[in-house]
């Protein structure tokens, strides 16, 4: 060696540290630090290196070896047949090359052969032994000679057969394939991981992998973990199967999963194309595939062209653009989404991902801001798969520049500059601006018109879409001051049509207190918390005015609700909407609860089934004027269950637990009773807790006659 190689070997020398040092991280502890596309450039240098100085290639080199040795913590298991890695293919030229080397190989026609193809999971590789059709053995495939025994963890995974299907099982069967994780599950298990501040992984596959070599099994049982088989690597007695397709259909026989998107093609041509089209494929296929797998079809053939050191020389692997890059972090600015979300987005330095240019990522939350430890500046990990929005999945913390900036959450919403809302045991933050946030508006408006809220026949997404368009419509106000004429010029609303709506709308004025407060679109104000709200409160003004300790006095209401409520009336812009609503005529009867006995304080009563008389709808509201609160679900504590027509489970869950269950006519019958005050059951509960909140206008246990004053004193 001359001197001149000096800083070759140096070169040689720093790369073989870091394949190592990545290899253990990817392989043993499931948490990278390169990106495959940064570790694939550097085993390439490598081999490059090598290939034009065969007399630096050492047999501890990366480029020499598969995977990493087994871990200490699982029993070590011999591969009869070693778990080879593949030979990979980065451009259709290369794909060709290949074509040519088999075909001159076996001295044939590279048009001539047969390739099966299939997707190249992107998962962990593992080995199952069967022995008279029983699954005895499962292992990861480690350095390929060696693996761990995770036996017990394969047995949690539903798609691993314990026992073959058919009658006449093989005496032996080794059976390889990859455990993968797919994208919905994959989300929802990070999902879960971040509300409980446990380990998110980077990718599916170092969750694939980190799941089953988890010490206790049953962790692996709650992953939501997959098995594909892809190769027999044994089989006694053989089958007489000349072929690997056939092979692979005999293993969907056995009951295994195989790919739905293998094919037998013939030559170059084929296999080109069929890598085309898996790839036009990739991102909607819902788990992660980095590639094709390209295989000899005929196993004679396959014994024929054996294996060099790492790899068989039957098969290549066609691999995809990386769905990992790394990119440096620009900025970050901070999304409102149609329910008052705040999303902090990162804009990054384009960089192409998996064959799209991506400028944009999510951060999701400032907790994952926290985990990530990321910052202004940074050089981050981008990972883009499938359909799922491209997210920073580390930070490369040895490039920070020295004038990286911290990341600091905003205060108040940047598209209405209302306050935002961060409550303890939320992960998001939120708009507080609710009507008037127009980053909120299409909701709040559904919302606002939908049927329990406001019920504005005729006012459907389509429509308050087009209103919002032409900006006839900002605020909930607004709808109320649109003209018959002037809708008529929308597309699809006829004179006819447009005169309904008007009519609608100004039926809509008429409502209750409850219902206004629903429509309000409060964030955790559903229907029976506003009814609550409103019987507790008698008045509008009542509430908007009620400190977090009597809203926490109300029934159902703790302290996230009332925090949400309090938020909501103490911003200007929300006010100055109700303001207006009311002076465009919005008005409520007294609230009916004052009218009317409440035998029913205290009771929690379930509908089921069809009522013939009235919607069930109805009938809840009915009890709930009595003071019962409706629930879905039966339980010991229901008083009782009104089952219509072909009611079902709660019907006979209700019988088990002895609940009283009225039939359409005799809760007919009982709600005559109840209205007409002739019950002998608790009147002298009556509002005891509304009478304790007291405005300092009514007595105790005195019904209260409270005037509609806020729709009086506005207009
Ligand atoms: N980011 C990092 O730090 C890091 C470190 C080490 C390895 N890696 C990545 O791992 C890869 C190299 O790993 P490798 O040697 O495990 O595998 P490989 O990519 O060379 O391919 C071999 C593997 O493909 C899998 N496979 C999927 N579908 C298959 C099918 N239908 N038929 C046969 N095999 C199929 C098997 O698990 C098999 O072991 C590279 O892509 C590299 O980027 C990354
Ligand atoms: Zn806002």
Same mark, same amino acid.
């Given at each position: ?55 630096? $290639? ?8 598969? @995977? ?19 030979? =990979? ?20 026609? #590279? ?22 059709? /029983? ?17 017990? =963890? ?55 992998? #980190? ?9 692996? %049982? ?18 007489? &199967? ?20 293998? %094919? ?58 990386? +769905? *990992? ?10 999304? $409102? ?13 384009? $960089? ?66 209302? *306050? ?105 104000? @559903? ?25 926490? !006095? ?24 109700? &303001? ?22 205290? +009771? ?12 069930? &709808? ?9 003071? %019962?609160? $409706? ?7 229901? !008083?009782?269950? /009104?089952? #219509? ?20 006519? !005799? ?9 007409? #005050?002739?019950? &002998? ?12 909140? @007291? =405005? ?17 004193? !506005?207009?």
């Amino acid at each position: 060696m001359t001197n001149a190689d000096q800083p070759l070997l140096d070169e040689v020398m720093r790369l073989r540290a870091e394949l190592d040092d990545a290899n253990h991280r990817y392989y043993v502890l499931d948490d990278p630090s390169l990106t495959d596309a940064d570790y694939d450039r550097r085993l390439r240098r490598l081999q490059e290196i090598e290939t034009a100085h065969p007399e630096l $290639v050492t047999p501890d080199s990366p480029t020499q070896r598969v @995977g990493a040795p087994p871990d200490a913590g699982f029993p070590e298991v011999e591969h009869a047949v070693p778990m080879l890695s593949l030979d =990979n293919a980065f451009s259709e030229d290369e794909l060709a090359a290949f074509v040519t080397r088999v075909a001159e190989r076996l001295e044939v026609e #590279g048009e001539e052969i047969a390739f099966c193809c299939e997707p190249k999971l992107d998962g962990a590789a593992v080995s199952l032994v069967y022995e008279t059709g /029983v699954l005895i053995s499962g292992a990861t495939r480690g350095d390929g000679r060696t693996g761990e025994g995770i036996t017990s =963890n394969l047995r949690t995974l539903r798609s691993v057969p314990l026992r073959l299907r058919g009658e006449a099982p093989p005496a032996l069967l080794e059976v390889r394939g990859e455990v993968t994780i797919d994208h919905a599950s994959f989300e929802a298990m990070n999902e879960r991981a971040r509300d409980d501040e446990a380990k998110v992984f980077a990718n599916p596959r170092n969750a694939a992998a #980190g799941s089953l070599r988890q010490l206790d099994p049953r962790v692996t %049982a709650t992953r939501p973990l997959s098995f594909s088989a892809y190769q027999v690597a044994r089989i006694e007695p053989p089958l007489g &199967d000349a072929t690997h397709s056939a092979l692979m259909a005999h293993l969907g026989d056995f009951g295994f999963r195989t790919s739905k998107e293998l %094919a037998v093609v013939k030559g170059t041509a084929g296999v080109v194309d069929y890598c085309r089209r898996l790839g036009e494929k990739r991102d909607g296929l819902g788990y992660d595939i980095d590639g094709a797998v390209i295989k000899v079809n005929n196993l004679r053939l396959q014994r024929e062209l054996g294996f060099v050191a790492r790899a068989p020389r039957w098969a290549i692997a066609f691999k995809f653009p990386a +769905q *990992e890059q790394t990119t440096r972090l620009n900025d970050v600015e901070f999304q $409102v989404g149609r329910t008052g979300a705040i999303t902090p987005v990162a804009r990054l330095e384009p $960089v192409s991902v998996a064959g799209v240019t991506v400028s944009n990522a999510t951060l999701h939350n400032a907790d994952e801001i926290r985990r990530l430890g990321v910052m202004i500046g940074d050089t981050v990990a981008i990972r883009r798969a499938g359909d799922v929005i491209p997210k920073v999945v580390r930070v490369m913390e040895e490039l920070r520049p020295s004038d990286a900036r911290k990341i600091v959450f905003p205060e108040r919403c940047p598209v209405c500059g209302a *306050e935002i809302e961060r409550l303890e045991d939320e992960v998001v933050a939120r708009c507080s601006g609710g009507l008037y946030c127009p980053a909120q508006r299409k909701e709040a408006l559904k919302h606002f018109a939908s049927r329990r809220a406001l019920d504005i026949d005729g006012l459907g997404e389509k429509l308050i879409e087009a209103l919002i368009e032409h900006d006839w419509v900002t605020t909930p106000a607004d709808l109320f001051r649109l003209e018959a004429e002037r809708l008529a010029e929308l597309p699809r609303m006829g004179k006819k049509s447009s005169e309904n709506l008007v009519a609608a709308l100004s039926k809509a004025k008429a409502t209750t207190l409850a219902r206004f407060i629903y429509a309000l679109g409060i964030r955790e104000v @559903g229907e029976a918390t506003a009814a609550n709200l409103a019987s507790h409160f008698g008045t509008l003004e009542a509430l908007m005015s009620a400190e977090l300790t009597a809203l926490e !006095a109300v029934e159902e209401v703790g302290p996230v609700v009332a925090a949400h409520v309090h938020t909501f009336f103490r911003q200007p812009h929300n006010r100055e909407t109700i &303001d207006e609503l009311i002076a465009c005529g919005l008005s409520w009867e007294e609230e009916a609860v004052v009218e009317q006995p409440q035998p029913l304080v205290g +009771q929690t009563w379930v509908l089921t089934g069809t009522l013939e008389g009235m919607t069930r &709808d109805q009938g809840k509201a009915r009890l709930q004027a009595l003071g %019962a609160k $409706v629930a879905g679900s039966v339980s010991k504590k229901t !008083a009782g269950l /009104v089952a #219509g027509e072909a009611a079902g489970s709660k019907l006979e869950k209700a019988m088990q637990l002895g609940v009283p269950v009225l039939d359409e006519a !005799a809760f007919l019958d009982q709600l005559a009773t109840w209205e007409a #005050g002739e019950s &002998d059951v608790k009147e002298d509960g009556l509002n005891a807790s509304d009478g304790e909140q @007291g =405005n300092g206008e009514q007595g105790n246990g005195e019904p209260r006659d409270m005037k509609r004053d806020d729709a009086e004193g !506005a207009t």
